[in-house]
């Protein structure tokens, strides 16, 4: 829980650093960071941020969702938004991002309820898929990975609404170029658990009675991260690709000398 940065206005926000290699070094911290929305940073908050000495915030959302949701602009930061999800999988699955006929809420699993989205679909069956095509090919993640090798880009942050799935996938790539191992990849994935378990059952809670069982079921499963999501990654990049190294250097063009270059930047011993 060390990861976990304590801010007013967001509940996920953590440094990347401290997690080890497989070759026994230690991802430096104050380089990398993830998170979810920033909308809601108040003043003490953004005295903080600034103390982070972060220069780029890497938004995942959609236009709709920064527009409802806007990033603050900070002096010295450079705010960069690419959409990690296509626009047609976003549109067929109805994800907040294109809801403009209904009033938005202040909470995504809210906008997803009035939508409608937890009558169509069984959200764990939607996650699945989209942990599974989220790594491959996907211009997104193309572009945090260029990033992350420029020394005036970092601190980076990357963020998306809940700093769960669209950030989780990302934070997973930057840790495997790093040289980070699977299973403690999936343990930093799935603390997104640990630190939001209270507010989301305060949101069960709250939703309990608009929902019925298997809605409320639903929810459930969309406010969490499960071993089986960031399992969907790991098999499509094997499956695609042979290997990480293949897919590191084939997707993003991180061959060995690369990589080792950004190992040296962002490892400690």
Known sequence: MNQVIPFQGTRNFRDMGGYRTVDGRK?????????????????QDMAAFKALNIRTIFDYRDESEAR??????????????LSAVPEAQASQINLPGHMEKHKRSSHYIVDLVQSGFFKQFRAE????ELYSKAAINNPSYKRLMDLIQQPDRLGLLQHCT??????????????????????????DFLLTNEIMRAYNNEQLRMLSEKLNDEELRNVEQMLGVKEAFMDAVFVSIKRTYGGIEDYLSKEFGLGH????TLQEMCLES
Request: aromatic letters at 2%.
């Open 257 to 260: 000398e690369k990589r080792e």
């Open 125 to 128: 069956d939607l996650l699945l």
């Open 27 to 43: 991802v430096k911290r104050g380089l990398l960071f993830r998170s979810d929305e920033l909308t809601a940073l108040s003043e």
């Open 68 to 81: 409802h949701k806007p990033d603050p602009e900070i002096a010295g930061v450079m705010n960069i938004r």
């Open 162 to 187: 809940a700093g769960k799935d669209r950030t989780g996938v990302g934070s997973a790539l930057i840790l495997l170029a790093l040289g980070v191992s699977e299973a403690t990849i999936m343990e």
